[in-house]
Structure formats: structure tokens, C-alpha cells
């Protein structure tokens, strides 16, 4: 029996042409369009798939592939990220989940084609020297990531909150207004996140809130 592949990607020529070749030597391959997250892996799982071709970028709308790597490999999906991301520490994210391996869309068709067949067939698309290189940038980057987050532990709850509602374009006057209190008291907590960031201003604690990632860990702990 031919393994049965799915196709997750936004761009619907290159799905639809890689389903069409696949079908061609053989499997039973399909592409199916996104929608929304949920869907895709509903649709997915039901189709008990041997292989997904999973794109990372599925669109602004949708959202990243990236949180569909490990559900689908938790149900004993294979998972191939093609995609347009070359970042070394996402690509890194995707082995650590579980995917198989990793295939950019700038390589040849041939090279797309041939590597979802290897995996189809339970051939390693990755070694095992790349995938230890892949996890050693991973773990420096995290590593690299809390040293420059350590600062921002210094900040009291309130002082978060300024800073988070500046580094989302807020000021020190709509801040005052949405905390109700004073705009002499916000400015009295910026001086004191300055003090602990050891930075001159209020441009740069947002620069270095954003750089170093502490304001993107935010959003994402907050409740959805």
C-alpha cells in the first residue's frame, strides 16, 4: 500500500503541484488548504495520514505551522516542515517537536520532491550530526535569550505593565489614564524601569523589551 501524504501550505501551485508529482511515483497524496489551525489538524488526523508536507507560514489569518509539529507527531504523524523560513533556531524548534526534517522552498522541485519521498518511505532526510548542530544552536540561543532577560525579572508587576503598554505604542499619559492614576506617578515607574534595564530612555527599554524577545514571551503568556 502506498504511503499516504498530506500537503499543508497556503500556497496552493506549489501544494498542488507537489500532490500532482507525488501522485505521479505512486502515493496518495493530496493538499489540503488552510483555514484556521484547528481545522487543519482535524482534517489532518481524520485523513490518518503516513506523512505531512508542513508549511510554517500559513498565513497572517491562521497563524504558524510550528504549533501543529508536535499533535500531529503525538498521533504518530511524520511531519516534513517546506518552507520559506530559514531561520536556523525555528527550523531547530520544528526537530525538537519532532519533525523529521526540513526542506527550504528555495531548493529545486527535484529536491522537494525527492526528500517527501525519503521520508515517505521512512528514510532519514536529516543526520544525525545536523540534527545535534540544529539543538546545540537551539539550547545557546535560549541560554543567550535568559541572560538578556534577566534584567526584566527586576520589574515589579505594575512596572510590566507599563513597559508592556509601551512597548505597545502606548505613552506615559494614555498609561496614566487606562491605570488611573498619575501621569507623575507612570513617569516615576518609567525612571525606575530605566533604572533597573540600565538604559537613558524610554525608546531604548522598548528597543531592548523587543530585541530580546521579553515582550513577545508576554503576549504569549497571556490567556487566550
Do not use: N
Not at 528514510?123 to 544525525?128: D, F, G, I
Request: glycine share 8%; with cysteine.
Amino acid at each position: 500500500m502506498s504511503a499516504r501524504i498530506r500537503i499543508v501550505d497556503d500556497h496552493e501551485l506549489l501544494a498542488f503541484s507537489l500532490a500532482c508529482a507525488l501522485q505521479a511515483e505512486g502515493f496518495d497524496a493530496a493538499a489540503l488548504q488552510p483555514s484556521t489551525l484547528e481545522e487543519v489538524l482535524d482534517a489532518v488526523l481524520a485523513d490518518s495520514p503516513d506523512l505531512v508536507l508542513l508549511d510554517l507560514q500559513l498565513g497572517g489569518s491562521i497563524g504558524s505551522g510550528l504549533s501543529l509539529v508536535r499533535p500531529l507527531t503525538e498521533a504518530g504523524v511524520s511531519v516534513l516542515t517546506v518552507s520559506g523560513v530559514t531561520d536556523r533556531v525555528t527550523i531547530a524548534e520544528t526537530v525538537e517537536l519532532g519533525a523529521v526534517g526540513y526542506v527550504g522552498k528555495g531548493e529545486p522541485f527535484e529536491v522537494l520532491l525527492e526528500t517527501a519521498a525519503r521520508a515517505a518511505a521512512g528514510e532519514s532526510v536529516m543526520s544525525a550530526t545536523e540534527r545535534t548542530e540544529l539543538l546545540a544552536e537551539l539550547r545557546r540561543h535560549r541560554a543567550q535569550q535568559r541572560a538578556a532577560q534577566a534584567p526584566f525579572e527586576q520589574l515589579t508587576t505594575k512596572e510590566r505593565h507599563v513597559l508592556g503598554a509601551l512597548c505597545a505604542g502606548g505613552s506615559v499619559t494614555s498609561v496614566a489614564k487606562e491605570s488611573y492614576v498619575s501621569v507623575p506617578t507612570v513617569r516615576t515607574q518609567v525612571r525606575a524601569i530605566l533604572l533597573k534595564l540600565q538604559v537613558g530612555s524610554q525608546r531604548e527599554a522598548v528597543a531592548l523589551a523587543l530585541r530580546c524577545g521579553w515582550y513577545a514571551d508576554r503576549l504569549a503568556a497571556r490567556p487566550a
